[in-house]
């Protein structure tokens, strides 16, 4: 559901439905009980506010898989023999690897763009 | 017009549950994939040549390692935050 794009994410435990059942029709039409005229007029804006909260939660999981790639990349370039503390060398080292991935990744992308154009697409 | 769907049937509890458990499924898929990369790595630099058992100074190896990474990963997230916040005042 995350969409997190790499297949190495192992598949967390059976996700909980987020699809609950839209269920719009049957209780506006039952709203003459007090009760179920604040639910369903409640729940609209309940509903856009869980929305928000689990984009919310699925950025902050793609946050954090980012991260996990860049941490692969940088320790295998930076660090050759693990030491009992990093050094500064080596903490400059993976600052200036985050930064120019994230460089090399917008100019491949901006590049293949071009190149697609030329080609006429696939 | 539509009206917005209504998810009338999750009571407010509900709401705090299902939030709750997003979170922790998140946290949880988070964690594996760490700690599956940080097996993977501190295998290949701490151990050249697989042997009957895991030696003191591979296991110290390991121990320095799986630290070292950690502290890369923290570190690799500041930088990344802070490119994002820089990304996006341009």
Redesign the interface.
């Known amino acids: 559901m995350?969409g997190?794009g790499s297949k190495?994410?192992?598949e967390?435990?059976p996700?909980?439905d987020?699809s609950?059942?839209?269920?719009?029709g049957p209780?506006?039409a039952h709203s003459i009980s007090s009760s179920?005229f604040m639910?369903?007029s409640s729940?609209?804006s309940?509903?856009?506010e869980?929305q928000r909260?689990?984009m919310r939660?699925q950025q902050?999981?793609q946050?954090?898989?980012?991260?996990?790639k860049?941490?692969?990349i940088?320790?295998?370039t930076?660090?050759d023999?693990?030491?009992?503390?990093?050094d500064n060398k080596t903490?400059t080292c993976?600052?200036n690897c985050?930064?120019r991935f994230?460089d090399l990744n917008l100019l491949c992308a901006q590049r293949f763009a071009q190149i697609l154009q030329q080609n006429g697409g696939f | 017009m539509?009206?917005?769907?209504?998810?009338?049937?999750?009571t407010?509890a509900q709401?705090e549950e299902?939030?709750e458990?997003?979170?922790q499924?998140?946290a949880?898929?988070?964690a594996?994939?760490?700690l599956?990369?940080i097996s993977e790595?501190?295998f290949k630099?701490?151990i050249a040549k697989p042997s009957s058992s895991l030696d003191s100074s591979e296991q110290k190896?390991i121990a320095?390692?799986m630290?070292?990474?950690m502290?890369?990963?923290n570190?690799?997230?500041k930088?990344?935050s802070s490119?994002i916040q820089k990304e996006s005042m341009r």
């Open positions: 995350f997190f190495s994410t192992p967390p435990a996700a909980p987020y609950v059942e839209l269920d719009s209780s506006n179920n639910e369903s729940s609209a309940e509903d856009a869980l909260i689990l939660e902050r999981a946050f954090q898989q980012q991260i996990n860049f941490n692969d940088c320790w295998e930076c660090i023999k693990p030491t009992s503390k990093m903490e993976i600052v985050v930064n994230i | 539509d009206s917005p769907p209504s998810t009338g049937r999750l407010g709401r299902l939030i458990q997003v979170k499924q998140v949880i898929a988070t594996q994939e760490l599956t990369k790595k501190c630099k701490c190896c320095m390692c630290d070292r990474y502290d890369s990963w570190l690799v997230s930088a990344y490119r």
